[in-house]
């Protein structure tokens, strides 16, 4: 079994405090992705958006689909419940990566947990203010959700580099091939994101091929999320934490 040792803490000998989280990964990859599309159904049938599909269409943003109510009754308690399952994520796989290092590096995964978190913290200025309408509220949606995913990109391709790199120094053939599905699943959003910019500086109207550029990146984004739990699984990480006091 994998698991992380934190070294030098101030407390009792022989103190364990067990956390027995597997299927975060799974969580927080599929919670979001039922919620936008539960919203995108409530929004629709309420008559707030256009009836589409917008990976074809590019009628709505996610923002839309999850703006009004009653759609918003879902989509917004879904999204302050992801920043939180998201900071969660980040930490335990800074202690994942560790662990699998055997402490041979123990700053390894750092920066990835710290882009990660920030992307969960811009993540909350993105809910607070979706669905206001003066100009300083629309600035701040807008910058909190492009540093969402911006810094979760970020760190996903962090993540899935060091995966593989480590996976293949511990002859873990499985976790590395989870690993290039990762990374493959990291750069396209990232290309994407490239491409959206290209649009948006040359299209009249780009709003269309934004769109379904934001759906396909959010869906592929938490799809990222799920594979976690196979890499997890595969070595027998169970987000167990044994505390030891300092020597």
């Known amino acids: 079994m994998v698991s992380a040792i934190p070294d030098g803490l101030p407390i009792e000998p022989d103190y364990c405090h067990a956390m027995l989280l597997r299927l975060l990964p799974i969580i927080a990859g599929l919670m979001p992705i039922i919620a936008i599309h539960l919203s995108l159904v409530v929004a629709i049938s ?39 399952l998201m900071v969660l994520y980040w930490l335990f796989n800074a202690a994942w990566l560790r662990a699998l290092a055997d402490d041979a590096d123990k700053a390894i995964g750092r920066w990835m947990g710290v882009l990660g978190v920030a992307g969960a913290l811009a ?66 959003p990232f ?21 379904v550029i934001e759906w396909i990146f959010a869906l592929l984004m938490h799809v990222y999320f799920m594979l976690t739990w196979i890499s997890w699984r595969e070595t027998g990480f169970d987000g167990r934490f044994t505390v030891r006091p300092e020597s």
């Open 123 to 188: 993540l909350i200025i993105y809910v607070t203010f979706l669905g206001t309408q003066a100009p300083f509220y629309e600035f701040m949606r807008r910058f909190g959700v492009y540093l969402y995913f911006l810094f979760t990109i970020i760190a996903q391709i962090m993540l899935a580099r060091h995966t593989i790199v480590l996976a293949r120094k511990r002859s873990l053939g499985s976790v590395a091939r989870i690993g290039r599905w990762q990374l493959g699943l990291a750069l396209v």
């Open 191 to 211: 290309a994407l994101g490239a491409l959206n910019l290209l649009l948006k500086a040359t299209l009249e109207n780009p709003d269309p091929p934004e769109n």
């Open 46 to 84: 309420a008559g707030s958006i256009p009836s589409c599909i917008p990976y074809i269409d590019g009628c709505t943003s996610i923002s839309a689909a999850g703006r009004y109510e009653p759609a918003s009754f879902i989509f917004k308690p879904a999204m302050m419940s992801q920043w939180m």
